[in-house]
């Protein structure tokens, strides 16, 4: 049986897990309620235990194209112990190995175009099955549809939403001048997130490239869907009271740091970091 990501059983499961490791199989009764297995497992458990699973968070991200998604979901990974699920890599990555389904991908991603969700959707599973259990995610480009969501309610408990809130001329003027290491996927912008050496990435010495799709048409398309199909997504997540943490970039000299320092103290008044 495969369990949803943060869910009361996930959670059971992994306690579960750890006290038959911990201690010999027989003291759990099979034929007990869950619950009463539930309430005996968490009092021997170590604190160890506890604190990982407390710090366990599912995120979305949220934004226009060129809000920073990436860039912010990168710096988050390494303070919140989450892997990032960034639907649109993984999409480059597959148009990158030709394959059958990188090429109908392909022809949407080149044009701005949502990629259909059917596809999308397996993409997000798969992915979500590779997390190691105790660990949480980030999603970067999923939920793009209304229809995506609702399939994510089914597979995931979302704690909280993170809204990055930025105007529209920054987003132009970070787009056109973005660049992507074409070896680690490391983000730099032309303008004020500079590589040290010229078009060589930092952290790996790869070369850098600009995307197919930052050129002005289909930036513009891009934020045509993004309003259109993705905006109403955030009515969604607040009627099912999802938590948010908006975090707002009104320069376009802001360093990454700060907007994740603003998001890392929404989450802990949240008590999610
Ligand atoms: P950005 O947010 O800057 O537009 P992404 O890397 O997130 O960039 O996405 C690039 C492209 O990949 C999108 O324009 C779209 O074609 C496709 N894509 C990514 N995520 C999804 C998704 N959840 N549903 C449909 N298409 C997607
Ligand atoms: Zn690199």
Not at 71 to 82: F, I, P, S
């Given at each position: 049986?495969?369990?949803?990501?943060?869910?009361?059983?996930?959670?059971?499961?992994?306690?579960l897990?750890?006290?038959?490791?911990e201690?010999?199989?027989?003291?759990?009764?099979?034929?007990?309620?869950?619950?009463?297995i539930?309430?005996?497992?968490?009092?021997?458990?170590?604190?160890?235990?506890?604190?990982?699973?407390?710090?366990?968070?599912?995120?979305?991200?949220?934004?226009?194209?060129?809000?920073?998604?990436?860039?912010?979901?990168?710096?988050?990974?390494?303070?919140?112990?989450?892997?990032?699920?960034?639907?649109?890599?993984?999409?480059?990555?597959?148009?990158?190995?030709?394959?059958?389904?990188?090429?109908?991908v392909?022809?949407?991603?080149?044009?701005?175009?949502?990629?259909?969700?059917?596809?999308?959707?397996?993409?997000?599973?798969?992915?979500?099955?590779?997390?190691?259990?105790?660990?949480?995610?980030?999603?970067?480009?999923?939920?793009?549809?209304?229809?995506?969501?609702?399939?994510?309610?089914?597979?995931?408990?979302?704690?909280?939403?993170?809204?990055?809130?930025?105007?529209?001329?920054?987003?132009?003027?970070?787009?056109?001048s973005?660049?992507?290491?074409?070896?680690?996927?490391?983000?730099?912008?032309?303008?004020?997130?500079?590589?040290?050496?010229?078009?060589?990435?930092?952290?790996?010495?790869g070369?850098?490239?600009?995307?197919?799709?930052?050129?002005?048409?289909?930036?513009?398309?891009?934020?045509?869907?993004?309003?259109?199909?993705?905006?109403?997504?955030?009515?969604?997540?607040?009627?099912?009271?999802?938590?948010?943490?908006?975090?707002?970039?009104?320069?376009?000299?802001?360093?990454?740091?700060?907007?994740?320092?603003?998001?890392?103290?929404?989450?802990?008044?949240?008590?999610?970091?």
């Amino acid at each position: 049986m495969v369990l949803a990501h943060g869910t009361d059983s996930y959670y059971k499961a992994i306690i579960l897990e750890t006290l038959v490791k911990e201690t010999s199989p027989s003291s759990v009764n099979p034929t007990e309620p869950t619950v009463n297995i539930f309430r005996d497992a968490t009092k021997n458990l170590t604190s160890l235990v506890k604190v990982e699973l407390l710090v366990m968070v599912n995120l979305i991200i949220f934004g226009a194209p060129g809000s920073g998604k990436g860039t912010y979901a990168a710096r988050l990974k390494e303070k919140l112990n989450v892997e990032v699920i960034a639907t649109g890599d993984i999409f480059r990555e597959m148009i990158k190995e030709d394959t059958p389904l990188g090429r109908k991908v392909k022809a949407y991603v080149e044009k701005g175009l949502l990629v259909p969700d059917d596809i999308t959707l397996e993409v997000l599973k798969e992915n979500l099955a590779k997390i190691p259990r105790g660990k949480g995610f980030i999603l970067d480009g999923y939920p793009r549809t209304l229809k995506q969501a609702k399939a994510l309610d089914g597979i995931a408990k979302i704690d909280a939403i993170i809204h990055l809130v930025v105007p529209d001329w920054i987003i132009i003027e970070r787009l056109s001048s973005r660049r992507i290491c074409e070896n680690c996927g490391a983000i730099y912008n032309l303008l004020f997130l500079k590589p040290k050496k010229d078009m060589i990435c930092d952290k790996c010495g790869g070369s850098l490239y600009q995307r197919s799709d930052d050129t002005p048409e289909v930036i513009k398309r891009r934020i045509e869907v993004y309003e259109k199909q993705t905006q109403p997504l955030l009515e969604y997540y607040k009627e099912k009271r999802v938590p948010f943490v908006e975090a707002r970039c009104e320069k376009l000299e802001t360093p990454p740091e700060v907007v994740v320092q603003e998001i890392m103290n929404g989450l802990k008044r949240l008590g999610l970091a």
